[in-house]
């Protein structure tokens, strides 16, 4: 049913061995230009996809446009159009004693599907990044955010027709659940799979896909506030970390605190009333936060409140008597995603480094700069928590794989 999908992208993917960077700028440059002019269509047609949504849903934040929100993701494919692309970049060239040249050359890794939810700025994130970096692509969002993904591929496809470029190298799957189920098993027609969104979306793709599969995880995300820390700048970090936006992997979820800046918690915390952060804190920081912290959103903590994505106004605190118990506690629920410290101690510090095994790790600075934008990389197609092929945020470099090519002078290997 799906098939001429797959047929067409697979061939659209060889035009991209033959578009000249310059042309590629030209097309992304357009796009960002398109996006801004058509912020009224766009905001249409995610309008309808909020309506079907309840506004306490966590994802309600991920799948709303404003102007500004557009505004950035225009600005993203345009920090995209400005980046070199990293295809034909020699990796590695040597000349063996027999004579035979060998290059290790970096290429686009083909056709890239992605799966993702109440998401549409991934729409344009993933073709600008695949286009810069040589790849044809297949979307498959989720029915949330059915309308907005539509209205933002049609633009896609006009700049791409605009300048003469083949739109067949996108493709947007319908949002039926048949449309997953094909794309996981389009072997032989798309070259990696990364799902974006829900732990339940990875894993369901993690465990059925017969495509090679980049996980783009949860973010689980721990902040450990060491006995040495400046309480100051540990109540600025935490409370960015928290409540910059609750709807994204890289808030924070949970506070580790040596014992010794118990006394503290209350500063550390404080501002985050304002912003109704409902806290679930292990025994010893209740009875430091009773009385200082609004009774409605303080509660006890359970075993069930800790390795949880919130995704909303909810953070768990967790009291160690020292550093072992801090890097315990995050070795036992963190996802690998972002982790931090706030510390002065520098053998703490060298330690959480050494130690705690995640894609992106913070020393005295907040969680929210996971991110492939904040990381100068124009935008990003998913922040990987494996450790094959990429790790972190995911950006022109993560989306290419590599050839080796041999030259020779009518060379023979000997028997």
């Given at each position: 049913m799906?098939?001429h999908?797959?047929d067409?992208v697979?061939?659209?993917a060889r035009?991209l061995s033959?578009?000249?960077a310059?042309e590629?700028?030209?097309?992304?440059?357009s796009?960002?230009k398109a996006?801004?002019?058509?912020?009224?269509?766009?905001?249409?047609?995610?309008?309808?996809?909020?309506?079907?949504?309840d506004v306490?849903d966590p994802k309600?934040d991920?799948?709303?446009?404003?102007?500004?929100r557009i505004?950035?993701i225009?600005g993203d494919?345009?920090?995209?159009?400005k980046l070199?692309?990293p295809?034909?970049?020699?990796?590695e060239s040597?000349?063996?004693?027999?004579?035979?040249?060998?290059e290790?050359?970096?290429?686009?890794l083909?056709?890239?599907?992605?799966?993702?939810?109440?998401r549409p700025?991934?729409?344009?994130?993933?073709?600008a990044?695949?286009l810069?970096?040589g790849?044809?692509?297949?979307?498959k969002?989720g029915?949330?955010a059915?309308?907005?993904?539509?209205v933002?591929?049609?633009?896609i496809?006009?700049?791409?027709?605009?300048?003469?470029?083949?739109p067949e190298i996108v493709?947007?799957?319908?949002?039926?659940r048949a449309?997953?189920?094909a794309l996981?098993?389009?072997?032989?027609?798309?070259d990696?799979?990364?799902?974006?969104?829900?732990?339940?979306l990875?894993?369901?793709?993690?465990e059925?896909?017969?495509l090679?599969v980049i996980?783009?995880g949860a973010?689980i995300?721990?902040t450990?506030?060491?006995?040495?820390a400046?309480?100051e700048?540990?109540?600025?970090v935490v409370?960015n970390?928290k409540?910059?936006r609750v709807s994204?992997?890289?808030?924070?979820?949970c506070?580790?605190?040596?014992?010794?800046?118990?006394?503290d918690?209350?500063t550390?915390?404080?501002?985050?009333?304002?912003e109704?952060?409902e806290i679930?804190?292990?025994?010893?920081a209740?009875?430091?936060?009773?009385?200082?912290?609004p009774e409605?959103?303080?509660?006890k903590?359970?075993?069930?409140?800790?390795?949880?994505?919130f995704?909303?106004?909810k953070?768990?605190i967790?009291?160690?008597a020292?550093?072992d118990?801090?890097?315990?506690?995050i070795?036992a629920?963190s996802?690998r995603h972002?982790?931090a410290?706030?510390a002065?101690?520098?053998?703490?510090?060298q330690r959480f480094l050494?130690?705690?095994?995640a894609?992106a790790?913070y020393?005295?600075a907040?969680?929210?700069?996971?991110?492939g934008?904040q990381?100068g990389l124009g935008a990003?197609?998913?922040i990987?928590?494996?450790?094959l092929?990429?790790?972190?945020?995911?950006?022109?470099?993560?989306?290419?794989?590599y050839k080796w090519?041999i030259?020779?002078?009518g060379?023979?290997r000997p028997?």
């Amino acid at each position: 049913m799906y098939k001429h999908h797959f047929d067409k992208v697979k061939a659209a993917a060889r035009f991209l061995s033959r578009i000249k960077a310059e042309e590629v700028t030209d097309i992304l440059e357009s796009l960002s230009k398109a996006l801004r002019l058509s912020a009224q269509i766009i905001l249409e047609a995610n309008k309808k996809d909020l309506a079907r949504m309840d506004v306490s849903d966590p994802k309600y934040d991920r799948l709303k446009l404003t102007e500004k929100r557009i505004d950035v993701i225009a600005g993203d494919v345009a920090n995209v159009a400005k980046l070199p692309c990293p295809v034909g970049e020699v990796m590695e060239s040597k000349k063996m004693d027999n004579g035979l040249l060998l290059e290790k050359k970096r290429v686009a890794l083909g056709v890239v599907g992605v799966i993702y939810e109440a998401r549409p700025n991934v729409t344009i994130d993933v073709f600008a990044l695949c286009l810069r970096s040589g790849n044809a692509c297949v979307l498959k969002g989720g029915r949330d955010a059915e309308y907005s993904n539509r209205v933002l591929v049609q633009i896609i496809y006009e700049v791409l027709i605009k300048h003469g470029a083949n739109p067949e190298i996108v493709q947007l799957l319908p949002v039926e659940r048949a449309a997953t189920e094909a794309l996981m098993n389009a072997v032989g027609y798309v070259d990696v799979l990364i799902p974006r969104g829900s732990q339940g979306l990875i894993n369901a793709v993690r465990e059925n896909a017969k495509l090679p599969v980049i996980e783009t995880g949860a973010g689980i995300v721990h902040t450990y506030i060491d006995g040495s820390a400046n309480v100051e700048m540990a109540q600025k970090v935490v409370y960015n970390a928290k409540t910059r936006r609750v709807s994204v992997c890289n808030a924070l979820d949970c506070i580790v605190i040596h014992h010794h800046r118990l006394i503290d918690l209350p500063t550390l915390v404080k501002d985050m009333a304002n912003e109704h952060v409902e806290i679930f804190a292990d025994e010893s920081a209740y009875e430091v936060l009773k009385g200082r912290y609004p009774e409605g959103l303080l509660n006890k903590a359970s075993e069930q409140d800790f390795g949880i994505e919130f995704l909303a106004y909810k953070l768990s605190i967790k009291t160690v008597a020292n550093v072992d118990e801090a890097f315990d506690h995050i070795y036992a629920y963190s996802s690998r995603h972002s982790e931090a410290i706030i510390a002065n101690d520098e053998l703490v510090i060298q330690r959480f480094l050494n130690e705690v095994d995640a894609a992106a790790v913070y020393v005295n600075a907040s969680t929210a700069f996971t991110d492939g934008a904040q990381f100068g990389l124009g935008a990003e197609i998913g922040i990987s928590t494996q450790k094959l092929h990429a790790r972190g945020p995911m950006g022109l470099r993560e989306l290419t794989s590599y050839k080796w090519i041999i030259q020779g002078k009518g060379h023979t290997r000997p028997a």
